[in-house]
Structures are given as structure tokens and as C-alpha cells.
């Protein structure tokens, strides 16, 4: 007698609930996100289209001044932009004016704000009026450095130097790129005094009372302690300093307009020479698109650096 077998019917899987809240969860998120959709489209219609149309215009020999004369012409303008003497000086002066004016403010700032974590009389006024120069908009602070400061017949400066000799000195004329420095370094020293008086309200006082306590001195828990616990702030401030300030431009178009020639002209100003005064459209745009990666890649490594610092911090605690 024969036996036949058969297979039993194959059941259907039963159905996996992981997909089910994978969707569930991918809907809730696009749910909060879609109240901001119209703040990325804003945002991407008025930077990355100009952008775009930056770069299309970079490939262009296009100047205003010859009409008809429009053409494509490849990497030329970029090749022009690299071989342009002026342009590597204004580079250079950017570096200086940027990385300059960050590092003194940051320095004044620290030294004003060890000033203020001490207890003394008026300290909420001396603190108030510190701070008011970050205040003031950066153009009519820079008509204030050149009217009333850096004026060589009716400035401060000269009357408080004339003692000394220095009466009748056109700073703008003599020193035009540490006229414009001075200005920023002192709207900038604020920004840096409050955000390194954070940091060291943020020190804990049990270790600075234990090394007291072990005999150390005030220089020594400021290189050993106070230094060490600052670092991650004055990484955030140069950060956010030198990304605000590379792009400084109503400071050089108010005090100096960038003279004498392209002494104290940065990128930005150069830029605006070069588009709405030499009507040249395709090398501007070229340099423009150069300005902007080279910004983009130290941004992007020095955000990273912070990121990592405040990372650790994070993860010691």
C-alpha cells in the first residue's frame, strides 16, 4: 500500500509590527517638521538660488561697462582670481584684520571679565556700561571711531595724547587697517567678556577653595584651574568671532572705503569694488564663489573642533 504525503499548506508569515512603527514614527516626524518647511523653503530661495546664480554668473566674462560682450569662458575667471596680486594683499589683510581683532578681544574680554568676577561696588554699572558698545549697530559705531575718536583736529584720541606728542595724527590715513581693528576690537570685546564671565561663573568654587587650601597661588589656579575649564568658551568665542568678523563690511566702507588704494580693503569690501565699481560681474562672482568655500572649510573645521570640546566636557561630567 502506498502512503502519499503531503506537505501542509504554507502559512503566511504573520506581519512584522517593526515596519508598521517605523512609518508610524517616519509620519510623526515629518508632523513636527512641517511647520518649519516654510522657513527652509524661505531660507533656501534667498541663499542657495543667489548662489547658484552666483557661480553660473562666475563662468561668465561679463562686464557692464561693454555691453554686448557677454561670453562663457570656463575656469578663466578663477585662474584670474588666483593670479591677482590685489586680491592675495586683500586675502592677506582679511587674515590680519579677522584673526587680529579676535585675538585682542578675546584677550581684553578675559581680563574684563576676571575684573567682573570679583564683588565690588557698582559692578552691575561697570558691567552694564561694558556691555553697551556690542549695542550699537556696527555702522554708527564706525562713524563714531572716525567722527569723534579718529578725527585728526577734533578727536578724543588726540586730545588725550597731545601731552605726549601725538596731536594732529590722521590715524585713518597713518594706520587705516588698526583704525578699522580698533573699532572692532571694541565692539567685539564685550561679546567676549560676557561669554567668558559665563564660563567662569560656570567654575566650580570647591576646587579653586582646595587649591587655596593647598597653598597655591592666584597665578597658579588661573594657568592650572581657571584656564583649562575656559577653553571650550574661548574656542566657542574665536569661533563665532572670526566667522562674524571675515565678513566685515560697513566698518571699512565707513572709516576707510578701504583706502589709502587697498590698504585696510578686506575680501567682502573687494568684492564690492570690483562688482558695483569696476562693473566687472564675472570676476567678482568668482571670487565671491573662492570666499565663500574657502569660509565654508575653515567654518566647517573649526565648528568641529568646538562641537568635540563641548562633546567631551559633556561626556566627563
Given at each position: 500500500?502506498?502512503?502519499?504525503?503531503?506537505r501542509?499548506?504554507?502559512?503566511?508569515?504573520?506581519?512584522?509590527?517593526?515596519?508598521?512603527?517605523k512609518?508610524?514614527a517616519?509620519?510623526e516626524?515629518?508632523?513636527?517638521?512641517a511647520?518649519?518647511?516654510?522657513?527652509?523653503v524661505?531660507?533656501?530661495?534667498?541663499?542657495?538660488?543667489?548662489?547658484?546664480?552666483?557661480i553660473?554668473?562666475?563662468?561668465?566674462s561679463?562686464?557692464?561697462?561693454?555691453?554686448?560682450?557677454?561670453?562663457?569662458?570656463g575656469?578663466?575667471?578663477?585662474?584670474?582670481?588666483?593670479?591677482?596680486?590685489?586680491f592675495?594683499?586683500?586675502?592677506?589683510?582679511?587674515?590680519?584684520?579677522?584673526?587680529?581683532?579676535?585675538?585682542?578681544?578675546?584677550?581684553?574680554?578675559?581680563?574684563l571679565?576676571l575684573?567682573?568676577?570679583r564683588?565690588?561696588?557698582?559692578?552691575?554699572?561697570?558691567r552694564t556700561?561694558?556691555v553697551?558698545?556690542?549695542?550699537?549697530?556696527p555702522?554708527?559705531?564706525?562713524?563714531?571711531?572716525?567722527?569723534?575718536?579718529?578725527?585728526?583736529?577734533?578727536?578724543l584720541?588726540?586730545?588725550?595724547?597731545?601731552?605726549?606728542g601725538?596731536s594732529?595724527?590722521?590715524w585713518?590715513?597713518?594706520?587705516?587697517?588698526?583704525s578699522?581693528m580698533?573699532?572692532?576690537?571694541?565692539?567685539w570685546?564685550?561679546?567676549m567678556?560676557?561669554?567668558?564671565?559665563?564660563?567662569l561663573?560656570?567654575q566650580?568654587?570647591?576646587?579653586?577653595?582646595?587649591?587655596r587650601?593647598?597653598?597655591?597661588?592666584?597665578?597658579?589656579?588661573?594657568i592650572?584651574l581657571?584656564?583649562?575649564?575656559?577653553?571650550?568658551?574661548?574656542?566657542?568665542?574665536?569661533?563665532?568671532?572670526?566667522?562674524?568678523?571675515?565678513?566685515?563690511?560697513?566698518?571699512?566702507?565707513?572709516?576707510?572705503?578701504?583706502?589709502?588704494?587697498t590698504?585696510?580693503?578686506?575680501l567682502?569690501?573687494y568684492i564690492?569694488?570690483r562688482?558695483?565699481l569696476?562693473?566687472?560681474?564675472?570676476?567678482?562672482?568668482?571670487?565671491?564663489v573662492v570666499?565663500?568655500?574657502?569660509?565654508?572649510?575653515?567654518?566647517?573645521?573649526?565648528l568641529?573642533?568646538?562641537f568635540?570640546?563641548?562633546?567631551?566636557?559633556?561626556?566627563e561630567?
Amino acid at each position: 500500500m502506498t502512503t502519499t504525503l503531503e506537505r501542509p499548506a504554507a502559512t503566511p508569515p504573520p506581519a512584522s509590527g517593526g515596519t508598521t512603527t517605523k512609518r508610524s514614527a517616519r509620519s510623526e516626524g515629518w508632523v513636527r517638521r512641517a511647520p518649519l518647511l516654510p522657513a527652509l523653503v524661505f531660507t533656501i530661495v534667498i541663499t542657495q538660488i543667489p548662489f547658484l546664480l552666483t557661480i553660473y554668473y562666475s563662468f561668465q566674462s561679463w562686464n557692464l561697462v561693454r555691453p554686448g560682450s557677454r561670453e562663457f569662458v570656463g575656469f578663466e575667471n578663477y585662474a584670474n582670481v588666483f593670479a591677482d596680486s590685489q586680491f592675495r594683499g586683500v586675502a592677506v589683510n582679511t587674515v590680519v584684520m579677522t584673526l587680529g581683532s579676535v585675538v585682542i578681544a578675546v584677550i581684553l574680554g578675559l581680563l574684563l571679565a576676571l575684573l567682573l568676577n570679583r564683588h565690588f561696588i557698582g559692578r552691575g554699572v561697570v558691567r552694564t556700561l561694558l556691555v553697551t558698545p556690542f549695542l550699537i549697530t556696527p555702522v554708527a559705531a564706525a562713524l563714531l571711531w572716525k567722527t569723534t575718536l579718529l578725527d585728526p583736529t577734533y578727536g578724543l584720541i588726540n586730545f588725550v595724547l597731545s601731552p605726549f606728542g601725538a596731536s594732529g595724527t590722521d590715524w585713518v590715513s597713518t594706520y587705516p587697517l588698526a583704525s578699522v581693528m580698533a573699532a572692532l576690537i571694541w565692539q567685539w570685546t564685550p561679546f567676549m567678556m560676557l561669554l567668558l564671565l559665563a564660563g567662569l561663573q560656570s567654575q566650580p568654587g570647591d576646587q579653586i577653595e582646595a587649591a587655596r587650601v593647598d597653598g597655591a597661588g592666584a597665578w597658579a589656579i588661573f594657568i592650572e584651574l581657571t584656564l583649562p575649564h575656559l577653553r571650550r568658551f574661548l574656542e566657542l568665542g574665536i569661533v563665532l568671532g572670526a566667522i562674524y568678523l571675515v565678513n566685515t563690511f560697513d566698518a571699512v566702507y565707513m572709516i576707510t572705503q578701504g583706502g589709502p588704494g587697498t590698504a585696510s580693503a578686506n575680501l567682502p569690501f573687494y568684492i564690492y569694488q570690483r562688482a558695483f565699481l569696476g562693473f566687472d560681474i564675472g570676476q567678482s562672482a568668482a571670487m565671491g564663489v573662492v570666499v565663500v568655500v574657502l569660509t565654508i572649510i575653515v567654518a566647517t573645521f573649526a565648528l568641529r573642533l568646538v562641537f568635540r570640546s563641548f562633546g567631551a566636557a559633556g561626556s566627563e561630567s
